[in-house]
């Protein structure tokens, strides 16, 4: 059975990806693809998303040269999400930290505190200001 | 400032929960919270998600037995996602594997293998046929 007939997109034929750093396990993002961006990402061995927000087909780090090179696809029991075990080169996130989540909640969870050290600024990435 | 106000839900009051085991590192599931199952979850330290298919307010393990211990909760730097760091007891899948991500798509990018033993059948979990 081909992979794709797994996999259930969302009525607007999205589906959540979620990318991990392969080498450290560490969790870098969520983003949300369509058929043709999982494609272009099996394809070229690079990450390709939808954005939402702009309504763009976009690749990883064609902007700010932080690029994820994919070593591992796989996707869930009810197929309606993925897991992309990728190289990262950079900063996965945009604020300029290796990983998007970069804040927990605190104990008291009122407030939360910042967890890892910004590698880049936005600035330093793309030269404007965030 | 509250965390909560850095926080978007989507326009049903939701917002996406990847679970990952902090011990392996291991990812092992992505469900959905609204606020009310995220209060609980931060109030109990034990996660609790909302069903979109059932409509329904559920806490893991209630039935199975397998319930995540939350150990952290980060959140991304849209604020549209969550990363929550659980001790997992038993399988976090309903198919009795540990990880929902039991499955990879092969080299050729048609057929997919599973990539991990299953420790339980849903039958024994649920004590009925999956």
Redesign the interface.
Known sequence: ???YD?LKFTSDGLI?A?V?EQS????L??AWMNRASLEKT??TRKTHFWSRKRQKFWMKGEESGHTQTVK???????GD?L?IQVEQNGAA???G?KS???????GD????KV?EAQLKTAEEIYGKKS
């Open positions: 059975m081909n992979f797994k959540p979620i991990q450290t396990g560490r969790v993002m969520m099996l394809e591992d696809v796989a996707f869930d029991c009810d999400t897991l996130c945009h604020e930290y998007c989540f970069f804040r927990s909640v605190e969870c009122s407030d939360f967890t």
